[in-house]
């Protein structure tokens, strides 16, 4: 079963999205971050100089929700502009091109202008079926990225993930 399509700068930002929402590492440091904002203004809060319970409370809920909007703000300023200039130079034009994907029976074979890999079904890590994209994890960080848009119909789409899960699992099971 083999797919072509063209990667886009979106398909890339779509993939940062998903990885922030749901890999293991992300999802880590955003507790971390929680925890760091809510100690600190509670650090804050108990060392004002008003020790009404009241202003308190208040104090300490307004610390907290200015510390979360200072930092999505920080945190959506510094990643578009990190995408802008990573997107936006010629240092993804391997990434950004036609690709060429194909599932065969002991490999996924991934085919660009600018390269040809073979990931063993063995060394896959995983198979994900996202709203608008499949992606086919080698890693957990990296993945081929095949937007649902370069297939004809859902169900073709249907197909072609149902048919790289059961290779994945089929591979998974004869190695154990």
Known sequence: MTITYKLEPNDLRAFQRYAQKHLPSARRARYVIAIAMVAFSLLLTLTSD???????????????LVFWAVMRFWMFVVIRIMQWRSFTSDKHRSVICEHTVTLADDALVEATPFNESRNLWGGIYRVVDAADYIYIFMSLHAAHIIPKRAFTDAESGRRFYERAVSLHSSSQRAAA
């Open 50 to 64: 008003d020790h009404r319970t009241g202003f308190r409370i208040a104090y300490f809920c307004v610390l907290l």
